[in-house]
């Protein structure tokens, strides 16, 4: 199975491309990065169109804003992503 996504194994935060990482990279300095076979969720507030990357990032949404609590699922399954991380390259 092919990478949906790439994680950041210092602070466990998510990524969909190579130049995410590079941009989290230089902003943290953190440097463990990995591979994962999980999709980055879409989740979609109906209120004000954010939109989530995880059910955490979706209920710290929720509680900081009251009434935001409907989101629509628009996470797709063709999301795949390849990271070669010698090369820092992104292909898919």
Known sequence: M?????????????????????????????????ESTEAILQLVCKTCGKVCRSETEKEMHSKRNPGHDEFEDRTGKDGAVTYDKAA???EG
């Not at 950041?8 to 941009?23: H, L, M, P, T």
Request: aromatic content about 8%; charged content about 25%; proline content about 0%.
């Open 2 to 34: 092919s990478a949906m996504s790439i994680v950041c194994k210092d602070c466990n935060k998510q990524f969909k491309s190579a130049e995410e990482v590079q941009a989290h990279a230089e902003e943290t300095y953190h440097t463990n990065f990995e």
């Open 88 to 90: 820092g390259g992104n």
